[in-house]
């Protein structure tokens, strides 16, 4: 944690929708035609904000306070031009599958080079950026290993997770470097419910997320901070503290949802030392992505940090 005050929640509630248009924040979202952009609009809209949607798919359902263009994340110049005015953004715009290096780097990680320097050039001094729990995917799921926190080793599970994991050492940058104030989060399974087990340990509801993207547009105090983008999710996989010393407090729960008893049902544990709980989507945070491609003895999930 970076040792930034706690922020009482009451004050990230939703503003009052009689409030003057005028005073109302404009923020921009990269990738808001995806499924975390749709999601997250509806919870913004609920917070009060103005939304520019920018996406390379033509967004035609805009409401009172929103706004659409389509935009390239690897169109510096129309990057800014869309930013201009814009009080702060939330870059959700990736490679969101564990595709080829080509794609990684193009979208990942020289798209985001991008965004940053326009939101800098711009005048947009507050990112929220959609990193990924992915980026810690190898390291041992608990009862394999302790909760994972913020501070943990890097250790990606993929591709994909390479680039996430550039955007928060180049959020870092920007923050300490340029005074930006920037919260990076890693996002596990933004959904209605968990759908498994592992997901069990990383989902995070809709209005969940929203209060913690609110957060990170709003924290008085902050400057870099990493947190995990989950649900009340206890004892599961991660140790969200920088999260709640923000102010952070998850409405929804696996256990107070009901949700537990179906998945369970649904998606047994394995047989002890069978070869499904032995492999690496089974031992490891990053479950799918963390097995493809696996090379060699599990052994060194189980490594200690």
Known sequence: MSGVPQMPIDTLRPRDTHQETEEMKKIAITGAAGVVGSGLRRQLLQRGYRLRLLDLQPINDCGADETAAVADIMDQAAMLAQLRGADALVHLAACTVDAPWPDQVRLSIEGCINVFDAAREAGVNRIVYASSHHVVGMHPRPPAGPL???????????????????????????????????????????????????????????????????????????????????????????????????????????????????????????????????????LSLGGYFSQSEYTGSTARLRAQR
């Open 148 to 282: 994972v926190d913020a501070q943990v080793q890097l250790r990606p599970d993929s591709r994909y997770a390479v680039g996430k994991a550039f955007g928060e050492s180049l959020a870092a940058l920007y923050a300490y470097k340029f005074g930006m104030q920037v919260m990076a989060i890693r996002i596990g399974n933004a959904n209605t419910q968990p759908v498994d087990r592992r997901r069990m340990g990383n989902w995070i509801s809709w209005r969940d997320l929203g209060q913690l993207v609110a957060i990170g547009l709003e924290h008085p105090a902050l400057v870099f901070e990493v947190v995990y983008g989950i649900s009340d999710t206890t004892g599961r996989h991660y140790d969200n503290a920088s999260a709640y010393a923000l102010g952070y407090q998850p409405e929804d729960g696996t256990a107070a949802t009901g949700f537990e008893a179906e998945v369970l049902r649904q998606d047994p544990a394995p047989a002890a030392d069978s070869a499904l709980a032995e492999s690496a989507g089974e």
